[in-house]
């Protein structure tokens, strides 16, 4: 069974300070896509970063980057010059087209300290 | 980015009515959407997966007939909870699936739901 894994329940950062969230996966699939999810307190669910896993390049959306490690399954999130609107719930998620669904990990709380 | 618009935002009903959930693409094509839901301070729980045009896909221990699923259109699916008791009090979210990018969840608001 496919499953991830954030083993980080909460974390926190000073503000304009680095941090980074991390995330395992499981699977025996060869094609499959990664992702990363903010859930700020309104709750709305809004997409951070994508990663291919055919892509060997790690995906960067301007302060937001993964280190994505395929053979470790390993897909971190690295958030630099950290905002207090950072402050959120993040999860991590893997989709694989034979499951047609995402698999969501229990997700990381971080708060920003000003 | 691609818009999901999910209402109402927030719904307090007596137990035993039933409440109607909308999800709409505003800006794209959904062949499918997903309905979560989500406990306090937990992550998403899928309830159910539906295509358009076709009867909605239930997760396991999820019921179907109290969790009413339809996707009468590429733009709108809806959720009717009926017969809602207090348990079914909860954050329920809706997602779409973007046609060309298939892999591409999108997100609605949510709505918080409360039965009294």
């Known amino acids: 069974a496919q499953t991830v894994t954030q083993s980080q329940p909460e974390m926190s950062v000073q503000e304009a300070e680095t941090v980074t969230l991390s995330c395992t996966y499981d699977t025996s699939e060869n094609n499959y896509y990664l992702f990363w999810y903010k859930q700020p307190p309104s709750r709305q669910m809004i997409l951070v970063i994508r990663?291919?896993?055919?892509k060997q390049q790690n995906a960067t959306e301007n302060r937001f980057s993964v280190n994505f490690q395929k053979a470790a399954k390993s897909f971190s999130l690295k958030i630099s010059d950290s905002q207090l609107g950072d402050t959120a719930m993040y999860f991590c998620a893997f989709y694989a087209g034979n499951n047609r669904k995402l698999i969501w990990g229990l997700g990381t709380s971080l708060a920003v300290n000003p | 980015g691609a818009v999901v618009s999910q209402h109402p935002s927030r719904v307090i009903c007596k137990s035993g009515t039933s409440v109607k959930i909308e999800c709409r693409s505003l800006?794209?094509?959904?062949?499918?959407m997903f309905w979560y839901r989500q406990f306090p301070k937990k992550s998403l729980m899928l309830m159910a997966t539906s295509n358009e045009g076709s009867k909605a896909t239930y997760e396991q221990g999820v019921e179907k007939d109290k969790f009413l699923i339809n996707h009468a259109s590429l733009t709108l699916s809806t959720l009717t909870v009926t017969s809602a008791h207090p348990e079914d009090s909860s954050f329920y979210i809706c997602?779409?699936?973007?046609?060309?990018?298939?892999?591409?969840?999108?997100f609605g608001a949510g709505t918080r739901l409360s039965v009294l």
């Open positions: 997602s779409a699936r973007e046609m060309v990018a298939k892999n591409i969840q999108y």
């Open positions: 800006d794209f094509q959904a062949t499918t």
């Open positions: 990663q291919e896993a055919y």
